[in-house]
């Protein structure tokens, strides 16, 4: 199973980027999707989620209001789109995805078994 992350590129505080975690092999309805970001030296963090067969959503805190993480279906893709960005946003930015995973642990990063990529979002000030 593989991920793939895209979109990331480089903005302006209080610009606007969309990335997008796409799957070749399966239905990502059937497995709750992740993203997380690494800033440098500093801890993977949880960022959104999306629990499995479901259309709810979870979020970090400082993100709240700012990103969106949505499905779409037609292009078997998870999107992150992320408004007002900061500098404090930049980070590389990554896509999980597990099958099996329940919904009080989905901000925690070991509870994924797929992982792709990340896609490098830096904002300037």
């Known amino acids: 199973v593989q991920l793939q992350a895209s979109g990331g590129g480089l903005v302006r505080a209080g610009g606007s980027r969309k990335l997008s975690c796409t799957a070749s092999e399966f239905a990502f309805r059937r497995y709750a999707v992740g993203w997380f970001r690494q800033a440098p030296g500093k801890e993977r963090e949880f960022v959104a989620a999306?629990?499995?067969?479901?259309?709810?959503?979870v979020y970090e805190d400082s993100v709240k209001g700012r990103f969106t993480i949505s499905r779409d279906r037609t292009e078997n893709a998870v999107h992150l789109q992320m408004n007002s960005l900061k500098p404090e946003d930049t980070a590389v930015y990554y896509c999980a995805a597990s099958n099996r995973i329940i919904l009080s642990n989905l901000r925690n990063r070991s509870g994924y078994q797929y992982w792709g990529p990340g896609t490098l979002v830096t904002v300037s000030s």
């Open positions: 999306l629990p499995r067969n479901s259309d709810s959503t």
